[in-house]
C-alpha cells in the first residue's frame, strides 16, 4: 500500500503497477544467485606463522605502502557527499526515515557502525547512483549481495533511479 501511496503523493517517479513488478520480478530473476551451503566459512589456519613472517621484504614493503593509502572512512565520505548534495541533515534523516538520535550518533561518533539497512537508506536519501551506494557500503564493510533478494530489489530502485524509502520497503516485504 505504501508504493501506492507514495505513487499518489508523487514521490515515485513513473507507474508501480503490475508492469513495475513484473519488470522487478524479471530483474530478479535474472540476477539472483541461490547461497550454497557452508559458504561464507573461512577455513582455518593450521600454522601458527604470521602473515608477515610469510612475507618477503619485497611483499612487506609492498602491502605496507597499500596500507598507508587507505581511503576516506565511512563517516568521511558519508558528510561529504551530504555536503555535496546541499541537503541539511534533517532533510537527509528525514528521506532516509531515521530517528534523529540515530542520525546524531552517526554525525558526532566517527568510530560508530551503522547497520546495514542503515546506510542502504542513507544511500537512497541522498540519491546515490549504484556505483556511490556500493562504495558507501563498502566503506561501512557492507555488499549488495546476489544471493539476497532485498539487496537485489534495493539495485534495482537505485539503477532506475527510484529514490523512495517506503517504496523499497514495501517492495521488500514483497519478497521475504
Known sequence: MR???AMQAGKVRGEMNSEFYDRLNAYIGRYYVEPRSGEGSRPKRSSSVTVKESLSSKQAQRLSAVLKEIGMSFHEKLFQLITESGMKDAEVYKRADLDRKLFSKIRSNPAYH????????LAIALKLDIRETEDLLSRAEY???????EDLVVRFFIENKIYDIDAVHEAISEYR
Open 3 to 5: 508504493i501506492r501511496a
Open 114 to 121: 551503522p547497520g546495514k539497512d542503515t546506510v542502504i537508506a
Open 143 to 149: 555488499a549488495l549481495s546476489p544471493s539476497r533478494k
